[in-house]
């Protein structure tokens, strides 16, 4: 099973997937999450 769908089958809201570290400081930015995860495939 895929990471979103386990996060997702647990009661979270998953906003964005993204590949670098850039894309995920604007989509921090943009989002407001409550929290980000990272980490390496």
Do not use: H, Q, R, W
């Not at 809201?13 to 999450?33: H, L, M, N, Q, R």
């Amino acid at each position: 099973m895929c990471l979103k769908m386990e996060l997702e089958l647990n009661g979270f809201d998953v906003c964005a997937f993204v590949a670098s570290g850039d894309e995920a400081i604007e989509t921090a930015k943009a989002k407001e999450p409550d929290i980000i995860l990272k980490f390496k495939s």
